[in-house]
Each structure stands twice: as structure tokens, then as C-alpha cells.
């Protein structure tokens, strides 16, 4: 199947510091990427879907100011944590969707925790 | 309400058991369906994806009941490999939406 690399698989920052997270297709152009956010005992909730090109459809409640997306490429999108706080401590995942496939390719996730 | 809701558990069956989840959404614009399998702090992986004819890989067998707004998934023989977490998922237009997951350990 086709592969999603996401990086860091973990970091622990400083509250107020910022933290860059990548998500890449490795075989396949993703022209759509999305992030979501698990926080312990929860389900995978949809933060942004991260669009080539244009900019990143927030979910309701998501701070876009907060949660930097850019996808400047088919292969890759980021999401930047600005000014972490402890509450921001979550597991983050990218899935990229490959184009006429209805299975979603997922990264394998970022576990942060800002101390 | 969630929408998708499923039971947490977790379901404690010995090796060898028989088990059954189930799942049900409220968006009835909710197109494709899956279950998907996730291990302790790791990515969730596609286990199967749901039909309303039903369909079957293996050990695991998997329904859509559409009228119902209702998804099953039962797993026979359980290994203790099938210990992890099970996720329902909807899929609405090109998003995907998770259920909070059943937990299931199984023990020898």
C-alpha cells in the first residue's frame, strides 16, 4: 500500500516554544492531507484538511492561527504548534488520501508533550 | 450526541472466543464504512472496509446495515494478537470520521 511518512514521531518541548510537524506521501501526489488530533482514551478528531496549493480548511473550534498548515507540495504538509502550552500535549496523525482510492494512508503519528 | 458512537469496552475473551462489536452513526449522508485496528500509540491501520452485502477476510467478518445506521465486526478464533483497539469509521465526502474505539484484550 501506499506509505505516509510523518516526523517527528515524538518531541517534548517548552510551553510558549513552537513545534514543526511534517507528513510525507513517499509514493503517491496527495493533493489533500489531513491532521487530526488523539488525545488519550479519545477518538481521532479532524483538525484541518491541508489542501496543495491553497489554504487549509479548519474544523470548527480549531485555532487556525494556532495550528500552522502549509502544503506547498504533493508530497508534503506541515503542521506547526505555535506558542505550545501543556494542554496542546496530544498525539497528532496526517493521513494523505490517494486519489482514487477510498483507503486513507496514515503517518505514524506525533506524540507531543510540551512541558 | 457523537457521530459515530461505539461501546469502549474493553472486552476481556479468552483465545479461541468468538466476539462481536458494533457500531452506529447519525449522518446518514455517510458513504463508505471501515474498521479500522489500533495499537497503543501507533497510526490506526485499515482492517476492513463495510458493505451492506456483508463481507468477510478470514477471520473477521464484517456488516453495514444502511436502515439502521448500524456497522458490525466479528472476529472469530481470537488470537492475542487481536488485542488492540477497534475503530468504526464513516467516511463523509473526503473526510473521515473516527468512533472513540472498543477496546479488546484477549488472554490465554
Known amino acids: 500500500g501506499a506509505v505516509v511518512s510523518q516526523h517527528p514521531s515524538w518531541v517534548i518541548c517548552k510551553s510558549g516554544t513552537s513545534v514543526k510537524i511534517e507528513c510525507r506521501s513517499l509514493d503517491f501526489q496527495a493533493t489533500t492531507m489531513f491532521w487530526y488530533r488523539q488525545f488519550p482514551k479519545q477518538s481521532l478528531m479532524l483538525m484541518a484538511t491541508?489542501?496543495?496549493?491553497?489554504?487549509?480548511?479548519?474544523e470548527q473550534g480549531v485555532e487556525k492561527d494556532k495550528f500552522l498548515i502549509n502544503h506547498a507540495s504533493l508530497t508534503l504538509s506541515t503542521l506547526t504548534v505555535t506558542s505550545a502550552h501543556p494542554e496542546d500535549s496530544s498525539f497528532y496523525i496526517c493521513?494523505?488520501?490517494?486519489?482514487?482510492?477510498?483507503?486513507?494512508?496514515f503517518g505514524q503519528g506525533t506524540r507531543l508533550t510540551v512541558v | 450526541r457523537k457521530e459515530v458512537e461505539q461501546d469502549p469496552g474493553p472486552f476481556n475473551v479468552p483465545e479461541g472466543a468468538t466476539v462481536a462489536f458494533n457500531c452506529t452513526y447519525s449522518?446518514?449522508?455517510?458513504?463508505?464504512f471501515f474498521w479500522y485496528r489500533q495499537d497503543c500509540r501507533k497510526e490506526p491501520k485499515l482492517l476492513m472496509s463495510?458493505?451492506?452485502s456483508g463481507n468477510e477476510d478470514g477471520r473477521f467478518t464484517a456488516q453495514l446495515n444502511r436502515a439502521s445506521q448500524y456497522i458490525s465486526l466479528l472476529i472469530r478464533d481470537s488470537k492475542l494478537s487481536d488485542s488492540a483497539t477497534y475503530l468504526c469509521v464513516v467516511k463523509r465526502g473526503n473526510k473521515l470520521v473516527f468512533g472513540a474505539g472498543t477496546i479488546l484484550r484477549v488472554k490465554s
Open positions: 463495510v458493505y451492506s
Open positions: 449522518n446518514s449522508a455517510s458513504q463508505s
Open positions: 491541508s489542501n496543495e496549493g491553497s489554504k487549509a480548511t479548519y
Open positions: 493521513s494523505a488520501d490517494n486519489s482514487g482510492n477510498t483507503e486513507a494512508f
